[in-house]
């Protein structure tokens, strides 16, 4: 009898484990990257679809689908393509979508081909899904000091919008800072835009002499991304020149209660939270976004990175996805960047 119950004991647990091995077998995975092409990834989750985009230098392009996981399945469309002689004909970069109080926009950079001029611009849509209606040019969006400015990002933060982007000091290359501006509308800024971070650190001064003009030294703080978790907020952002292999990710914590705007609440990670890795052959990470899974309870990052080192700022960046987890303190983890090739689930369902 006893020999008869350990028989049936262990085809219980054989079949368990089978049932369980099924089960992992099943779910669906896949691999980084996500296209061949895609620098300056941004997501933005509606009604039960991401809404994709990254940038396209001439017109911005717009992919539905309902798993970020299969981009390359994903329903495409032109919706915008920049004029020709207009000082947004050139350089559209970084373009982000957002559903903000029932309309669709899309915030982009652009120049009149001369990197001087770059400016951010907006667009309207009032259709319901952004794949339809009309995409209605708003104009261009600045703070009263209308500098260069690039990498805009828009968010609401206690019912107030705001916007963060990388700008100029002044009117020369020379230093890429973070600065952040109130909304009074999704299509106007309120009043001046206040910097919160400059390039310090040894890891953010990575870049010199890449500006063909007027040769100089060049230090970035770029595409500024807010984030939230519990009661915390911050902003990652990118730093050193993306024509490096140092191209990485640092994080701003907000320290106050309630004004953005104060930038002594803005305190700066000693190092990156995601670089280049030659152990898993990833180079160059950044300019990134965040996006949570369908079912609302993982935190993923999206950002784009290069196969090999020396690939610069080129066509050989691509998008790529990974979960992100928080430490005890409730501030963000994203580890290593992950190796090409690597099985890794899909946000969950």
């Known amino acids: 009898m006893k020999k008869n119950n350990s028989m049936l004991k262990k085809t219980l647990l054989l079949l368990l484990f089978c049932i369980v091995s099924n089960t992992v077998s099943a779910q669906e995975t896949f691999t980084?990257?996500?296209?061949?092409?895609?620098?300056?990834?941004?997501?933005?989750?509606?009604?039960?679809?991401?809404?994709?985009?990254?940038?396209?230098?001439?017109?911005?392009?717009?992919?539905?689908?309902?798993?970020?996981?299969?981009?390359?399945?994903?329903?495409?469309?032109?919706?915008?393509?920049?004029?020709?002689?207009?000082?947004?004909?050139?350089?559209?970069?970084?373009?982000?979508?957002?559903?903000?109080?029932?309309?669709?926009?899309?915030?982009?950079?652009?120049?009149?081909g001369s990197n001087q001029t770059h400016r951010m611009y907006v667009l309207e849509n009032d259709a319901e899904n952004p794949m339809e209606g009309e995409w209605v040019f708003k104009g261009k969006i600045a703070a009263q000091t209308d500098k260069w400015a690039i990498d805009g990002n828009v968010f609401t933060y206690k019912k107030q919008l705001y916007m963060i982007w990388s700008g100029w000091e002044g009117d020369t290359n020379g230093q890429q800072n973070i600065y952040i501006a109130?909304?009074?509308?999704?299509?106007?800024?309120?009043?001046?835009?206040?910097?919160?971070?400059?390039?310090?650190?040894?890891?953010?001064?990575?870049?010199?002499?890449?500006?063909?003009?007027?040769?100089?030294?060049?230090?970035?703080?770029?595409?500024?991304?807010?984030?939230?978790?519990?009661?915390?907020?911050?902003?990652?952002?990118?730093?050193?020149?993306?024509?490096?292999?140092?191209?990485?990710?640092?994080?701003?914590?907000?320290?106050?209660?309630?004004?953005?705007?104060?930038?002594?609440?803005?305190?700066?990670?000693?190092?990156?939270?995601?670089?280049?890795?030659?152990?898993?052959?990833?180079?160059?990470?950044?300019?990134n976004s965040f996006f949570k899974s369908p079912n609302g309870k993982e935190d993923w990052i999206l950002y784009h990175a290069n196969s090999n080192p020396g690939e610069g700022c080129g066509v050989q960046r691509s998008p790529r996805m990974q979960k992100l987890t928080w430490d005890t303190n409730g501030n963000p983890i994203i580890g290593e960047p992950v190796s090409e090739g690597i099985p890794l689930v899909i946000p969950a369902m």
């Not at 798993?67 to 495409?76: G, I, V």
Request: proline share 6%; glycine share 6%.
């Open 32 to 112: 980084n990257p996500l296209l061949d092409y895609g620098a300056d990834p941004y997501s933005t989750y509606h009604n039960g679809y991401y809404y994709y985009t990254h940038t396209m230098q001439s017109h911005l392009v717009l992919l539905k689908t309902k798993n970020l996981a299969d981009l390359k399945n994903a329903e495409k469309k032109i919706i915008w393509t920049a004029p020709k002689n207009t000082a947004y004909s050139a350089e559209v970069w970084a373009p982000e979508f957002h559903f903000i109080d029932g309309k669709w926009y899309v915030y982009f950079a652009a120049d009149d």
């Open 182 to 287: 109130k909304m009074k509308s999704p299509t106007q800024i309120e009043g001046d835009r206040v910097l919160i971070s400059s390039p310090t650190n040894a890891w953010e001064l990575h870049g010199a002499l890449h500006d063909d003009v007027n040769p100089a030294q060049v230090n970035v703080n770029e595409g500024p991304q807010f984030l939230t978790h519990k009661k915390k907020a911050f902003i990652v952002f990118s730093a050193s020149g993306c024509w490096t292999d140092n191209y990485s990710l640092g994080l701003l914590t907000f320290t106050g209660k309630d004004n953005l705007l104060d930038p002594l609440a803005w305190v700066k990670s000693d190092k990156p939270i995601l670089q280049q890795s030659d152990k898993t052959k990833v180079y160059a990470p950044g300019h």
